[in-house]
Every structure is written in C-alpha cells, then in structure tokens.
C-alpha cells in the first residue's frame, strides 16, 4: 500500500531552522511528484514545495522561497524540506502528499501523510 509518514515537526524560535522528512513506500518513487503543504489555524490549505523525482525539477511558493529547500534521496526513498529563518506565519500543520509525475495543484495530490506540526514562536 501506498505510504507517506511526516517527522521532524517541532516547536522552535523565529530565526530558527527544521528539516521535515517524508518517509515514502508503496509506489515507484522515480515515477511520482512528492510535494510539501501546510495548512494554518483558520487558514486553507497551501502549497509550500514539490520536487519532480525523475528529474529534481521544484517548485515554492513565494513565501518561502530562498528560506526553504527541498530535496530528494532515491536511496531511502524520502523527500525533506530544510526550512530556515523560520517566521511566526510559518507555524502550520505540514503534509507531504504524493501525484504521479508532476507536481500538481494542492486539491489534486493522491497520497496524503498525516502531518507534522511545526510552530513559531516569536
């Protein structure tokens, strides 16, 4: 079955740094599109990141870009999302979710995680 477990949430200061991992099985991972969303308290769900495995081709929203990096390991079959200078409006719950080879709109993602969740504090 087709799997995607979330970790490295966390509580951390404004300025600060996590790396959230997405752990992934089931599927032929070279085949699939693994992105990064969020969703904040009152908030719909965005999209923050997606990574092309086939190729390493990216994506991030505005928000975030030059503060976030995503990346693949085809070895371990697992998608991270290094965040830094972490901001307060950063603090969501945050799904990896998976759709077969490109990366999609966030309503069109097949595969979800269960989520992690990472607060700022200010």
């Known amino acids: 079955e087709v799997q995607l477990v979330e970790s490295g949430g966390g509580l951390v200061q404004a300025g600060g740094s996590l790396r959230l991992s997405c752990a992934a099985s089931g599927f032929t991972f070279d085949d699939y599109a693994i992105g990064w969303l969020r969703q904040a308290p009152g908030k719909e769900r965005e999209g923050v990141s997606c990574?092309?495995?086939?190729?390493?081709?990216?994506y991030y929203a505005t928000s975030v870009k030059g503060r976030f990096t995503i990346s693949s390991d085809n070895v371990k079959n697992t998608v991270y999302l290094q965040m830094n200078s972490l901001k307060p409006e950063d603090t969501a719950v945050y799904y990896c979710?998976?759709?077969?080879?490109?990366?999609?709109?966030?309503?069109?993602?097949?595969?979800w995680g269960q989520g992690t969740q990472v607060t700022v504090s200010s």
């Open positions: 990574i092309r495995v086939s190729d390493g081709s990216t």
């Open positions: 979710a998976a759709q077969k080879s490109f990366c999609p709109g966030v309503s069109r993602y097949r595969h």
